[in-house]
T-cell receptor, first 111, second 115 residues
Framework: SQQGEEDPQALSIQEGENATMNCSYKTSINNLQWYRQNSGRGLVHLIL?????REKHSGRLRVTLDTSKKSSSLLITASRAADTASYFCATVSSNDYKLSFGAGTTVTVRA | NAGVMQNPRHLVRRRGQEARLRCSPMKGHSHVYWYRQLPEEGLKFMVYLQKENIIDESGMPKERFSAEFPKEGPSILRIQQVVRGDSAAYFC?????????????FGNGTRLTVT
């Protein structure tokens, strides 16, 4: 069954604006990962946050994790047209090793 | 260092035919995962293999689907007697080790269309 649920399903923003998307999950996790998928391509790993971490940064990406609410957010700052893609959160449950993906948020950055 | 290579990129099969999807993991990676993606949906886990072993096939239908990862050569996902509902994008991913913190490296997928 699907573990993560992203919100919103789709997001359209102007270049230069920030994009925020959220992910909720159901079970206890070891870590949560975010991936990007460009149209017609495979997924690319962006960032991993462990269950004992609350916030992590990588370039223009900022990820937060709230294990009490079983939720995470991904913020892309100063968006660019090249950020247009679908973004997926994926979780690894505490008693498992394989990734479970949500349905994704499709982000469109308008030039 | 080549990434995960999947072929073919596109595969068209008539109902009842067999589909064979190939995946060569990244160099040095001995763990292979297969996922299926339907339009507008996330990826659904199918099977996890190490060289010559199926570790977890809990996401793969019991009938018509099989997977292997031989000692030599690519991993193969085989779908026998395909039906229209098998139409999807099939992604292979690899990692150097099992472990919850080992990010997956994905291929660009094989898009299967069953007519």
């Amino acid at each position: 069954s699907q573990q993560g649920e992203e919100d919103p399903q789709a997001l359209s923003i102007q270049e230069g604006e920030n994009a925020t998307m959220n992910c909720s999950y159901k079970t206890s996790i070891n870590n949560l990962q975010w991936y990007r998928q460009n149209s017609g391509r495979g997924l690319v790993h962006l960032i991993l946050i462990r269950s004992n971490e609350r916030e992590k940064h990588s370039g223009r990406l900022r990820v937060t994790l709230d294990t009490s609410k079983k939720s995470s957010s991904l913020l892309i700052t100063a968006s660019r047209a090249a950020d247009t893609a679908s973004y997926f959160c994926a979780t690894v449950s505490s008693n498992d090793y394989k990734l479970s993906f949500g349905a994704g948020t499709t982000v469109t950055v308008r030039a | 260092n080549a990434g995960v290579m999947q072929n073919p990129r596109h595969l068209v099969r008539r109902r009842g035919q067999e589909a064979r999807l190939r995946c060569s993991p990244m160099k040095g990676h001995s763990h292979v995962y297969w996922y299926r993606q339907l339009p507008e949906e996330g990826l659904k886990f199918m099977v996890y293999l190490q060289k010559e072993n199926i570790i977890d096939e809990s996401g793969m239908p019991k009938e018509r689907f099989s997977a292997e990862f031989p000692k030599e050569g690519p991993s193969i996902l085989r779908i026998q007697q395909v039906v229209r509902g098998d139409s999807a994008a099939y992604f292979c991913a690899s990692s150097p080790e099992q472990g919850s913190e080992s990010p997956l490296h994905f291929g660009n997928g094989t898009r299967l269309t069953v007519t």
